[in-house]
């Protein structure tokens, strides 16, 4: 048995893959404490292990992020808003969890193994903390797209695939430093809370992200990555996590019979889990888009008064259904095409599935994620996170119509299938459990 602490900052999105591998990791046989936002305690118990808050001045709502950040709001998505979380979202934070886990290690809970989302930087002010051997070993999960800046693709940010041919390497390099003066005074912001922590940032902090940790696990596969020959030997592909089990037993809408004798396409229109607090962005657009279309639309809302919200803005076209929630392992089979904000982790379950995808998304790492939807073959990337009705139907009518998008999809999703992301964690836990030193 492996004495394992996993950390998360408190935003859904990190919380719930990092409790994945938890529950996996408790269902094998080891001890797990999860340090993260005081939310999630009922979540944390749910996967079979031990919440512990994190302090009060690394605690938030993620759901109330304007209560906590009030400048956020005003910043437009983008290198501005970035420069914001960098210091304030996930830089401030980084001595109180720090010390938290510190504490957990010395008082209650001597771990051998720290697991962590890239962005709970108490982790890695951890790993900075001592040789390898004189502290927990740390196993980072890289649940988004590396941000190690390289000469072999643009740096994040930018949401463009790598450039080709002679000069492509010397222009990344030069976007590079260019990221570099854009967050320089991030860098200082966070390098000055890492000094209140003791440690010291040994480089530019995307880059640290993926170095420091002794282990870098990335939740996806090569197809679905820019190829980087500068990857650090700690790096690794070890596949998407798999879909997570629904929560309570939600019974599938009255009208589900239409979706499982569909003649036609199925057309499926989500936002996500969370970003969903307005449905004009991209549901209403495609139901509008695809009203005159032969196929059937299943726009899941992903929140109890989604259908209702859909209905006051406009009535429902005839070859939509909508819902608040529907499984997506019970949509996914049946669906032709996914039309998504660009989540990752949704964009990998669609992919699991062999379904081609449309993506419009903005803020965080969605753009992102749909750059490498287009560049992978997989679908579509609208390039904006409110595309017009009209973006819309020419985008789902062009992979509906060209069938190497659905082959490229089924590509990625046999890759997948070549891949086990849990066991390889639990793997990497298991061995590094028992070759580590005392907390």
Request: charged fraction near 25%; include cysteine.
């Amino acid at each position: 048995m492996t004495l394992v602490i996993a950390t998360a900052t408190p935003f859904h999105g990190h919380v719930q893959p990092v409790l994945a591998v938890a529950s996996d990791l408790v269902r094998r046989g080891h001890e797990v404490v999860v340090l993260t936002g005081s939310r999630f305690a009922e979540d944390v118990r749910a996967a079979g292990a031990l919440h512990v808050s994190l302090p009060a001045d690394a605690d938030f709502d993620d759901r109330k992020l304007e209560l906590y950040f009030p400048e956020r709001g005003a910043l437009p998505a983008g290198p501005r808003q970035l420069d914001y979380d960098l210091k304030h979202v996930f830089g401030d934070p980084t001595a109180a969890q720090y010390r938290a886990l510190r504490s957990l290690l010395a008082r209650r809970f001597p771990a051998s193994v720290v697991v962590s989302d890239p962005l709970f930087l108490g982790a890695t002010a951890l790993a900075l903390s001592a040789p390898p051997g004189r502290r927990p070993v740390t196993v980072s999960l890289g649940i988004t797209m590396p941000t190690l800046l390289s000469e072999d693709a643009p740096p994040i940010g930018l949401g463009m695939p790598p450039l080709v041919g002679e000069g492509a390497k010397k222009r990344h390099r030069d976007m590079n430093d260019q990221v570099r003066e854009v967050f320089a005074d991030a860098q200082r912001h966070v390098e000055d809370n890492f000094g209140e922590s003791g440690t010291e940032l040994p480089g530019f902090l995307l880059d640290c992200l993926v170095t420091v940790p002794d282990h870098y696990l990335q939740l996806t596969v090569p197809g679905f990555e820019y190829p980087r020959g500068d990857l650090p030997p700690s790096f690794r592909f070890v596949g998407p996590l798999p879909a997570a089990p629904p929560s309570g037993s939600r019974p599938l809408p009255d009208w589900w019979a239409e979706v499982e004798d569909a003649d036609r396409p199925v057309v499926v229109v989500t936002q996500g889990s969370f970003d969903n607090r307005d449905l004009g962005r991209l549901v209403r657009p495609a139901l509008d888009a695809l009203a005159g279309e032969d196929v059937l639309v299943v726009a899941v809302t992903g929140r109890a008064d989604g259908p209702d919200r859909i209905r006051a803005a406009g009535p429902v076209p005839a070859n939509a259904r909508v819902a608040g929630y529907v499984p997506f392992d019970a949509v996914l089979p049946h669906a032709s095409v996914l039309v998504t904000n660009g989540g990752y982790g949704g964009v990998h379950q669609a992919l699991r599935y062999g379904v081609p995808l449309v993506v419009g998304g903005d803020g965080e790492d969605k753009p992102e994620v749909a750059a490498r939807v287009e560049w992978s073959g997989a679908g579509l990337d609208l390039r904006t996170g409110r595309p017009s009705p009209t973006a819309v139907r020419d985008a789902v009518r062009k992979v509906l119509a060209e069938p190497g998008f659905r082959k490229r999809a089924a590509g990625l999703r046999e890759e997948f299938g070549r891949h086990d992301a849990l066991g390889a964690i639990a793997q990497v836990v298991e061995e590094a459990g028992a070759a580590a030193g005392p907390a």
